[in-house]
T-cell receptor, first 115, second 110 residues
Framework: DTEVTQTPKHLVMGMTNKKSLKCEQH?????MYWYKQKAKKPPELMFV???????INESVPSRFSPECPNSSLLNLHLHALQPEDSALYLC??????????????FGPGTRLTVT | QKEVEQNSGPLSVPEGAIASLNCTYS??????FFWYRQYSGKSPELIMS????GDKEDGRFTAQLNKASQYVSLLIRDSQPSDSATYLC??????????FGAGTILRVKS
């Protein structure tokens, strides 16, 4: 059983809609991540939050807006998306500290379809 | 040159054989290395992490790291059909930033 949960599992939205993806972790981690994964491609990092502060934004378009309300929760607000934004959106969490990097644990993902 | 290179496969091995998956990386600053398994339509699952040169064994899995050669590998002993998946190599470049290879598709034939 994963200790990183994501809702919803599936989301279909029109290009004019506003929706949010939610992620919650119960591992006591202080870093949380959003990844985007297209079919037959590896995950691509979008955002990193460390101690509830945005530490990395991989030049993601502003139609994606992340939010970290507390150390356990991570949201991704979606607005005016394009059909090419359809993908599997993955949340992950890890410990923070050191320069070597820690193991990241992924949630089950949200399958997003933009019509 | 790609930051992380893996043979895309598919790598086909018979049940009970050893599957050998390889990965090279370009950034010598990478200090942590992770292997993820991803079944079709599912999210990546961490199966091995390795931080220092040498071998690390966990059950049927062995990770091998050679920083001088910028090479990391994953061996799966006694391969089972349930091991059929895509295996992603992910060095940590700095801090908590992972960069994934394109993945190797493994098929274990019964």
């Amino acid at each position: 059983d994963t200790e990183v949960t994501q809702t919803p599992k599936h989301l279909v939205m029109g290009m004019t809609n506003k929706k949010s993806l939610k992620c919650e972790q119960h591992m006591g981690h202080r870093a949380m991540y959003w990844y985007k994964q297209k079919a037959k491609k590896p995950p691509e990092l979008m955002f990193v939050y460390s101690y509830e502060k945005l530490s990395i934004n991989e030049s993601v378009p502003s139609r994606f807006s992340p939010e970290c309300p507390n150390s356990s929760l991570l949201n991704l607000h979606l607005h005016a998306l394009q059909p090419e934004d359809s993908a599997l959106y993955l949340c992950a969490s890890s410990q923070v500290g050191g320069q070597g990097g820690y193991e990241q644990y992924f949630g089950p993902g949200t399958r997003l379809t933009v019509t | 040159q790609k930051e992380v290179e893996q043979n895309s496969g598919p790598l086909s091995v018979p049940e009970g054989a050893i599957a050998s998956l390889n990965c090279t990386y370009s950034d010598r600053g990478s200090q942590s290395f992770f292997w993820y398994r991803q079944y079709s339509g599912k999210s990546p699952e961490l199966i091995m992490s390795i931080y220092s040169n040498g071998d690390k064994e966990d059950g049927r899995f062995t990770a091998q790291l050679n920083k001088a050669s910028q090479y990391v590998s994953l061996l799966i002993r006694d391969s089972q059909p349930s091991d059929s998946a895509t295996y992603l190599c992910a060095p940590s470049l700095y801090g908590n930033k992972l960069v994934f290879g394109a993945g190797t598709i493994l098929r274990v034939k019964s």
